[in-house]
Every structure is written in C-alpha cells, then in structure tokens.
T-cell receptor
Framework: DAGVIQSPRHEVTEMGQEVTLRCKPISGHDYLFWYRQTMMRGLELLIYFNNNVPIDDSGMPEDRFSAKMPNASFSTLKIQPSEPRDSAVYFC???????????FGPGTRLTVT | SQQGEEDPQALSIQEGENATMNCSYKTSINNLQWYRQNSGRGLVHLILIRSNEREKHSGRLRVTLDTSKKSSSLLITASRAADTASYFCAGPGSGTYKYIFGTGTRLKVLA
C-alpha cells in the first residue's frame, strides 16, 4: 500500500482565495482525521470521520473551514476565504477500526500571503 | 485542550547516549501512544501502552506508564543520529477514537 496520500504537498495562495486540500486514506481504513500543525499551537485535530461520516468537527476553527468525505477513498479540506493565519502544515491520517495506530500522510504545507 | 505535554521541549545528546522524554496528561486514559516526526514528514507511530501495563519494550524503545501520576516516559537507548526527530505522546480525548497530541520533544542526536 502507498500509505496515506495528500495533495498538493505545497500550496501558496493569496489571502481571500479558496484552498482545497486532498487526502486519500489507506484502503480499508475506517477512520480519517485532519490535523493542523503550527509552531505556536502544535498539532491540532480539526475533524474526524468514521465510515465517511463526520463524527467530531469541534476542532474546526471557523466556518471558513469545511471538510467532506464523499467516499471511503477520498476526503477534502476546504478553506474559503483563506487568511494568512491559516498558514500551517495540514496532515491527514487514517486508521483501521479496532486499532489505535494512526497512519499519517506527508502533509500539505499551506502558505497564505 | 492538550492531553499530553512533553518534557523537555528540546534535548541534545551524543550518539550512543540514552534519551529520555516525559509526557504528562490530564485525564484518565485507557492507553497512550508515542509518535515520531522527522523534519518535514508526517508522524509515525512508535508504540502504544495500555493502562494496565507499566512498561513496554520495542527494540531500543522503552515506554513506561504511571497512571497514578498521569505520566509516561519514552526511553531511547544507544541513540543514533537517525533518531533525530520530534517525539509526541498522544492520549485519547473525549470519544474513543479522538487522540490529542502533546507539544512534542525535539531530540537532536549528535554524531
């Protein structure tokens, strides 16, 4: 298996633009997590899905952030409109039910100017 | 809110020495995990210890858990330059499958 795949790896955009981050979890994994990592706040859980259904989105910072999981092999995290304070590395992770181990993707480094 | 807070924030040692990192957490847990993050990469799972275990080994890693003190430690023995990374503990938050990660310890192993 190729592991968790994220795209793009790097994204530079201007304030006010829409940003869409993509994630393909490991096949067969039931849970998908979106995290944001910054120096100031560390690694924060934004939202997680179970069987494509959002379970907990309490970490989503604002209504500008939205996440979807239309099927078991694809998820998106969208920021609209983007702001400079959204600059961070965004990670997607997946795990199989019955285990606790999460498999992380390589991350998307987002820079909003 | 953070479930785990690591100590020290940064650690620099010579190759061959042992490295010990500590994690304190706030609420009762049924397990705790440790992850490693190399620079520019995603996190990689190292080891999980359950609340009914006091110590667990995996290769050069040794993890301890003291539920009465709400603390855990990760020991890396005979460190190598390749162990240079950030190390995070993660404990379950509200909801069984939601994990909260600590602030991390940045380990630098000098060759």
């Amino acid at each position: 298996d190729a592991g968790v795949i994220q795209s793009p790896r790097h994204e530079v955009t201007e304030m006010g633009q829409e940003v869409t981050l993509r994630c393909k979890p490991i096949s067969g994994h039931d849970y998908l997590f979106w995290y944001r990592q910054t120096m100031m706040r560390g690694l924060e859980l934004l939202i997680y899905f179970n069987n494509n259904v959002p379970i907990d989105d309490s970490g989503m910072p604002e209504d500008r952030f939205s996440a979807k999981m239309p099927n078991a092999s694809f998820s998106t995290l969208k920021i609209q409109p983007s702001e400079p304070r959204d600059s961070a590395v965004y990670f997607c992770a997946s795990r199989h039910r019955g285990t606790h181990e999460q498999y992380f993707g390589p991350g998307t480094r987002l820079t909003v100017t | 809110s953070q479930q785990g807070e690591e100590d020290p924030q940064a650690l620099s040692i010579q190759e061959g020495e042992n490295a010990t990192m500590n994690c304190s957490y706030k609420t009762s847990i049924n397990n705790l995990q440790w992850y490693r993050q190399n620079s520019g990469r995603g996190l990689v799972h190292l080891i999980l210890i359950r609340s009914n275990e006091r110590e667990k080994h995996s290769g050069r890693l040794r993890v301890t858990l003291d539920t009465s003190k709400k603390s855990s430690s990760l020991l890396i023995t005979a460190s190598r330059a390749a162990d240079t990374a950030s190390y995070f503990c993660a404990g379950p938050g509200s909801g069984t499958y939601k994990y909260i990660f600590g602030t991390g310890t940045r380990l630098k192993v000098l060759a």
